[in-house]
């Protein structure tokens, strides 16, 4: 449902298809079903979205649009539902974003899902009526459920940060935020000099995400966002030289925010 509002937001009237999961996102947008796709990428609570940015790696796509949605997570059952609620569904995300709520309920254990739409339909579906679903109350609408509490977030002001992929590298006017992926040689400094780089060019740096690479003991693979003009020269010439000083370089996108 979140990402439902966060298309809605980029996009004048779209027609949506849902997936059950991230990678079926980067799939249908790599195999042409779908044009854009829309994934969550960091929450301003709960951190990172890991699954999304490892699945950066497995595909083959280019950001070209971003948005910031306030998420306002409810409690919700099925309706008619009696007695206690004893399990509590959703996805990781969205329970880390509701941890007090839930601690101050010793007896709601949390259950990660694949994502809210999938827990909601889930705790529709559910035979028992102990099944509760934390979600936006979007999905009391799309899927019957009532609302057992509202605002139940860590905190009111509460966002996440939507990236839209396109198979094809497209940069739209106004586009200030650039996004790199790329791997390190393993050697002290590797990192700083990047960052010392971007720093004497004036870039201001505002994400910093490191994954482990798979088959590498302790070794990682670094995603930069920096606000900057692509049409500059010497944003373009700093970019260059970026990739020559990295072992792997990948250009994921320019694209305004």
Same mark, same amino acid.
């Given at each position: ?82 007695? @206690?609620?004893? =399990?509590? %569904? !959703?996805?990781?995300?969205? #329970? ?5 709520? /839930? ?69 739209? @006017?106004?586009? =200030?935020? %650039? !996004?790199?992926?790329?791997? #390190? ?5 590797? /990192? ?66």
């Amino acid at each position: 449902a979140y990402a439902q509002q966060a298309c809605e937001k980029l996009f004048e009237y779209p027609t949506i298809l849902y997936f059950s999961s991230f990678n079926d996102v980067f799939n249908a947008v790599e195999k042409g079903m779908c044009q854009y796709g829309i994934l969550p990428l960091e929450n301003s609570t709960a951190g990172s979205v890991t699954q999304v940015y490892d699945l950066m790696e497995q595909h083959a796509f280019h950001i070209v649009g971003a948005c910031r949605l306030r998420i306002d997570h409810c409690l919700l059952r099925k309706k008619g539902a009696k007695g @206690p609620i004893t =399990r509590v %569904v !959703s996805h990781e995300q969205a #329970l880390r974003q509701c941890s007090d709520y /839930l601690e101050s309920h010793p007896l709601y254990t949390a259950e990660p899902m694949k994502n809210t739409a999938v827990a909601a339909e889930y705790a529709a579906n559910a035979q028992e009526d102990d099944v509760a679903v934390i979600a936006s109350a979007v999905c009391a609408d799309i899927y019957g459920l009532e609302i057992v509490e509202e605002n139940i977030s860590n905190v009111q002001n509460n966002f996440t940060r939507f990236i839209c992929i396109a198979r094809d590298l497209k940069v739209y @006017p106004n586009a =200030r935020k %650039v !996004s790199i992926m790329f791997n #390190l040689p393993h050697a002290p400094g590797a /990192l700083n000099n990047i960052i010392s780089r971007l720093a004497l060019a004036g870039v201001n740096l505002t994400k910093l995400e490191s994954r482990p690479i798979p088959g590498r003991e302790f070794e990682f693979r670094f995603f930069f966002d920096f606000e900057a003009d692509l049409h500059d020269p010497a944003i373009a010439d700093l970019i260059a030289e970026l990739e020559k000083r990295t072992e792997r370089f990948v250009f994921l996108g320019a694209y305004s925010e």
